[in-house]
């Protein structure tokens, strides 16, 4: 498929893998858009939250959906900054209840469609990297590149507490790795758009490598295709 601005690439994979890192990076090298599509399903938990919606009532959670107004600012470092309903909802979105929150009403479908639908408005014309969980297989059936990063539960959870001592935050290794362990498990056993690696997707396992060695793995791959 020829596009008018460049590939669509979909980096798939569990959190913690290093999927925006490595898009980012990947798609600064090109000159390429950057999006992290977990940000639409934070901001939908984010409005579900502040506006007391149960995550469990499919209806309300599709409405709420359904009413978010999206836009999209390229920024220099390639990332597609987001506002929902005029806002830039930035930490709000990494707070842990919305994480947890975001990983339910991600059960939802219709929901899914709803985002699923804004997401291919933005790549339809190529010229971006987008890192989630479905770009592979659902989003983007035909993107022209597809990654699956993944590393061990205890690995991850490693990376989550360096994360957060460096910023100074206190990190309880145990409590970390049980809830990536229980997103994970929802994240794979959904009916909906379950996590699973495209068949056509190169699958990369980032456990013992460094993010330059993934950037680099990763950007390979893209060369192939381009050549
Ligand atoms: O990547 P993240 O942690 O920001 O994602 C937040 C949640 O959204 C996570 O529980 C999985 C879900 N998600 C999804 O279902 N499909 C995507 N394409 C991206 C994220």
């Given at each position: 498929?020829?596009?008018?601005?460049?590939?669509?690439?979909?980096?798939?994979?569990?959190?913690?893998?290093?999927?925006?890192?490595?898009?980012?990076?990947?798609?600064?090298?090109?000159?390429?858009?950057?999006?992290?599509?977990?940000?639409?399903?934070?901001?939908?938990?984010?409005?579900?939250?502040?506006?007391?919606?149960?995550?469990?009532?499919?209806?309300?959670?599709?409405?709420?959906?359904?009413n978010m107004q999206f836009r999209f600012e390229r920024q220099p470092d390639a990332t597609l900054?987001?506002?929902?309903?005029?806002?830039?909802?930035?930490?709000?979105?990494?707070?842990?209840?919305?994480?947890?929150?975001?990983?339910?009403?991600?059960?939802?479908?219709?929901?899914?469609?709803?985002?699923?639908?804004?997401?291919?408005?933005?790549?339809?014309?190529?010229g971006i990297i987008m890192e989630g969980r479905d770009i592979g297989t659902v989003v983007f059936p035909d993107?022209?590149?597809?990654?699956?990063?993944?590393?061990?539960?205890?690995?991850?959870?490693?990376?989550?507490?360096?994360?957060?001592?460096?910023?100074?935050?206190?990190?309880?290794?145990?409590?970390?790795?049980?809830?990536?362990?229980?997103?994970?498990?929802?994240?794979?056993?959904?009916?909906?758009?379950?996590?699973?690696?495209?068949?056509?997707?190169?699958?990369?396992?980032?456990?013992?490598?460094?993010?330059?060695?993934?950037?680099?793995?990763?950007?390979?791959?893209?060369?192939?295709?381009?050549?």
């Amino acid at each position: 498929m020829t596009r008018s601005q460049g590939l669509v690439i979909a980096i798939d994979g569990t959190a913690g893998t290093g999927k925006s890192t490595v898009g980012r990076a990947a798609a600064e090298h090109l000159g390429y858009g950057f999006l992290s599509t977990g940000g639409l399903y934070r901001a939908l938990a984010y409005k579900v939250f502040a506006t007391k919606v149960d995550p469990s009532d499919a209806q309300a959670v599709l409405h709420t959906a359904k009413n978010m107004q999206f836009r999209f600012e390229r920024q220099p470092d390639a990332t597609l900054k987001m506002f929902v309903d005029g806002e830039y909802l930035g930490s709000k979105l990494h707070l842990d209840e919305v994480a947890q929150t975001a990983s339910k009403v991600s059960t939802n479908a219709a929901a899914r469609a709803v985002l699923t639908e804004k997401m291919r408005e933005l790549g339809r014309d190529g010229g971006i990297i987008m890192e989630g969980r479905d770009i592979g297989t659902v989003v983007f059936p035909d993107a022209e590149v597809k990654i699956y990063l993944d590393a061990s539960a205890e690995e991850r959870a490693n990376r989550r507490v360096k994360q957060l001592v460096a910023k100074g935050n206190q990190a309880d290794y145990e409590q970390i790795l049980a809830s990536i362990k229980e997103r994970d498990l929802r994240d794979s056993t959904r009916a909906a758009s379950p996590l699973k690696p495209a068949e056509d997707a190169i699958k990369i396992d980032t456990s013992a490598l460094t993010l330059p060695q993934v950037i680099e793995a990763v950007l390979k791959e893209i060369n192939k295709y381009a050549s």
